[in-house]
T-cell receptor
Framework: GAVVSQHPSRVICKSGTSVKIECRSL??????MFWYRQFPKQSLMLMAT?????????EQGVEKDKFLINHASLTLSTLTVTSAHPEDSSFYIC??????????FGPGTRLLVL | RKEVEQDPGPFNVPEGATVAFNCTYS??????FFWYRQDCRKEPKLLMS???SGNEDGRFTAQLNRASQYISLLIRDSKLSDSATYLC???????????FGKGTHLIIQP
């Protein structure tokens, strides 16, 4: 069964609005979670590392004021796309490492900004 | 700069054939490598880890060559259900983010 959930799975919004995406680890605690973005026919690109109890670390070129990350608890990280624009339309996926195993991915959130 | 390079394909292969993918990585500090499978419009799912000693799981065999910074995946007796995009992935290890290749698109034809 799924070990990481994401909500919503799909969202359509108007340009200028903000969208919040939740990522939850199920049955395990994750002090670290990762947020990726995938444009059509492109690879997944790491956007940021979400750290429970401290600030997220962002990859080069990712605007921290636009993509707000909050790691509220050991099982929940949220990504808020602020003032979304059509170029933010993408597939957003979170992942969480469980122990020493590799990472488990959420099912992804497909964002379409009109 | 972390990079993982793959041939994007597509690889069109008849059912039952053997197919091999390769990828190269540029970050010699990468510690762990994986092959993920991603179906259309879905999240990637771990297929197998890659070790220098080789790793075999049923019809799938993965190999890591650290000297050449080269990773391979071999699929024997391919099935229609093997059609997907195969992502070569590197990691600094532990709680590091993953670096993905762009993926190799495989199409198994009946």
């Amino acid at each position: 069964g799924a070990v990481v959930s994401q909500h919503p799975s799909r969202v359509i919004c108007k340009s200028g609005t903000s969208v919040k995406i939740e990522c939850r680890s199920l049955d395990f605690q994750a002090t670290t979670m990762f947020w990726y973005r995938q444009f059509p026919k492109q690879s997944l690109m790491l956007m940021a590392t979400s750290n429970e109890g401290s600030k997220a670390t962002y990859e080069q070129g990712v605007e921290k004021d636009k993509f707000l990350i909050n790691h509220a608890s050991l099982t929940l990280s949220t990504l808020t796309v602020t003032s979304a624009h059509p170029e933010d339309s993408s597939f957003y996926i979170c992942s969480a490492p469980r122990g020493t195993e590799t990472q488990y991915f959420g099912p992804g959130t497909r964002l379409l900004v009109l | 700069r972390k990079e993982v390079e793959q041939d994007p394909g597509p690889f069109n292969v008849p059912e039952g054939a053997t197919v091999a993918f390769n990828c190269t990585y540029s970050n010699s500090a990468s510690q762990s490598f994986f092959w993920y499978r991603q179906d259309c419009r879905k999240e990637p799912k771990l297929l197998m880890s890659v070790y220098s000693s080789g790793n075999e799981d049923g019809r799938f065999t993965a190999q890591l060559n650290r000297a050449s910074q080269y990773i391979s995946l071999l699929i024997r007796d391919s099935k229609l259900s093997d059609s997907a995009t195969y992502l070569c992935v590197g990691s600094g290890g532990g709680a590091d983010g993953l670096t993905f290749g762009k993926g190799t698109h495989l199409i198994i034809q009946p």
